[in-house]
């Protein structure tokens, strides 16, 4: 890979700036070699399908190919050309109008510091949000203010249809929307700014592994809570999901976001499962996450880190969300250290207490 990454180091310095007939710039030219070897290295993995479908010689043949329409380097078909260069040449526009929308998408986010308008989307907390939901959303509000960085909250009806992966919440940072807790933390890790700079490689695999324990036992829990238990789901599911639409549309969107939820469900393996054991696997994370926390303020010394963001996000969630079935909340208030972490990141980044 680290050849692919040389090699496309010197076909960028070969680019030269091309106008168009309005005098616009169609290809940009790029002339710091060192800061596009450092992101192609950085990023050496949204290349990986780039150098497997062709080498970088075969981008630019000893450079005699010349751009002579929009986002090309390559000569139009000269006569007496075989269909084998004819072909070769249309990977190559290809492959080149690949490598420079990647470029530039790699460079902007590092150029700009952190905006001052950035908002939040998320469905409206009182009357409409679900468990999992409210649970993500809390996630990224108490990851945002760790790090210190204004933000507004924006509630919209229509916030799930909104966001572009589908899932709240979503932000919108100057010209970028980004969806979901991980590309967050990774948007802001690209403005220079990171909760994790100070810990190990392996620290950092640990970290990531617990996150996957939460999102895979945590939030499929909560969506196995609000959709697939009777009581729950028609006491406030239904309602809340489908209180911003008119009748009869409620229903059926509530059909159509059901069967979604059951769906995933089936191939995670827990629509089968029984109300009890979910509520076992429940525990079984939180002793996971009591273990890991034990003896500190945070699960990796005394600074938060997005784990602890995720973690607070669906413990206070679950204590705070009144359901008919309250055995979910309950076995979280079993475990005082999560109890204490939750209460300790409410009264530092949110400024407020509410008892558990």
């Given amino acids: 890979m680290s050849g692919d990454c040389v090699d496309d180091i010197e076909i960028i310095d070969e680019i030269e700036a091309k106008t168009d007939s309005d005098g616009e710039d169609v290809i940009t030219t790029v002339s710091d070699k060192d800061k596009i070897e450092g992101i192609l290295k950085e990023n ?32 139009v ?23 420079s929308e990647v470029l530039e998408n ?54 799930e249809a909104m966001s572009p992966s589908g899932k709240v919440p979503f932000i919108k940072a100057g010209a970028f929307v980004i969806s979901e807790l991980e590309p967050i933390v990774q948007f802001v890790n690209n403005k220079g700014i990171s909760l994790t700079d100070k810990l190990d490689p392996e620290m950092k695999s640990d970290m990531r592994a617990y996150m996957s324990l939460v999102h895979n036992v945590m939030e499929v829990a909560e969506l196995y809570i609000c ?37 995933k469900l089936k191939v995670l393996g827990w629509y089968q499962k029984s109300i009890s054991e979910v509520f076992q696997e429940v525990e079984n994370c939180c002793q996971a996450l009591t273990d890991r926390l034990e003896g500190k303020d945070f699960f990796f010394g005394d600074k938060p880190t997005e784990l602890d963001a995720l973690v607070f996000g669906h413990l206070f969630t679950i204590l705070t969300t009144p359901l008919p079935n309250s055995h979910i909340a309950n076995t979280v208030r079993n475990y005082p250290v999560l109890i204490n972490l939750v209460q300790r990141i409410e009264r530092d980044y949110f400024k407020r207490e509410t008892k558990h």
Avoid at 54 to 65: C, M, T, V, Y
Avoid at 245 to 263: D, E, F, G, T
Wanted: net charge negative; proline share 5%.
């Fill in 227 to 263: 959709w697939c238990d009777k009581e729950t789901y028609n006491e406030v599911t239904s309602v809340r999901y489908g209180s911003i639409y008119p009748w009869p549309l409620n229903h059926i969107q509530n059909r159509v976001k059901k069967a979604s939820v059951v769906k």
């Fill in 77 to 99: 078909e000269s006569e007496g050309e075989s269909e084998e260069d004819v072909e070769s040449k249309n990977k190559r526009d290809i492959a080149f109008d690949n490598l």
């Fill in 44 to 75: 050496a993995s949204d290349f990986d399908t780039l150098s497997g479908t062709l080498s970088a010689s075969d981008i630019l043949d000893d450079g005699e190919s010349q751009s002579t329409h929009s986002g090309s380097i390559i000569d």
């Fill in 106 to 159: 790699l460079q902007i986010t590092t150029q700009e510091p952190w905006p001052k308008d950035v908002k939040l989307f998320q469905p409206y907390e009182v009357e409409q949000i679900l468990l999992p939901d409210n649970a993500n959303c809390l996630a990224v509000q108490a990851f945002l203010k760790m790090c210190n960085l204004d933000f507004q909250v924006e509630p919209r009806a229509n916030a």
